[in-house]
């Protein structure tokens, strides 16, 4: 007999913990802390945050960051990540982002491979711009 394969590998909490440990040697993540810091980003958002390695490191170098995660198994690992307490966690999709909350949006990894048709795409790429702050549009809750 064999095991049955679960639906969602990251909402198994034995499988989530190794998702780090999987992706360890991640060569995007320096990339990703430069972008924001040649940008000049004050706010990041990132778009299936995982277990929030990425969205860690961006706080450690003074970010505000936004993370918004659809399982709660890869949140729950989040929470203990380093400045963990001051990222805001959001749990849902790209969706669920505020309106203009950030200057930059990411979506980092294999996240992309979650998005098997066009409508996807399109949904989540509406989503991330109508999250980015756009020059010259103030927004109530984030000044330019």
């Known amino acids: 007999m064999t095991a049955s394969k679960p639906a969602n590998y990251y909402a198994v909490p034995e499988l989530a913990a190794a998702y780090d440990a999987d992706t ?12 924001a ?12 945050a995982g277990t929030g390695l990425l969205c860690s490191l961006l706080a450690g ?15 729950s690992l989040a929470a203990s990540q380093p400045h963990a307490d001051t990222v ?3 749990r849902g999709t790209a969706e669920h982002l505020p309106d203009a909350c950030a200057d ?15 409508t996807s795409w399109v949904q989540v790429l509406t989503h991330a711009r109508r999250a980015q702050h756009q020059p010259g549009n103030s927004h109530p809750d984030h000044p330019a």
């Open 24 to 35: 360890e040697a991640r060569q995007d993540l320096p990339f990703y802390l430069s972008l």
């Open 37 to 48: 810091e040649t940008l000049g980003a004050r706010r990041v958002a990132d778009i299936g």
């Open 61 to 75: 170098q003074g970010h505000e960051v936004i993370a918004v995660e659809p399982e709660e198994t890869m949140l």
């Open 88 to 90: 805001t966690w959001i």
């Open 104 to 118: 930059l949006v990411l979506m980092t990894g294999h996240v992309a491979q979650y998005f098997l048709d066009d």
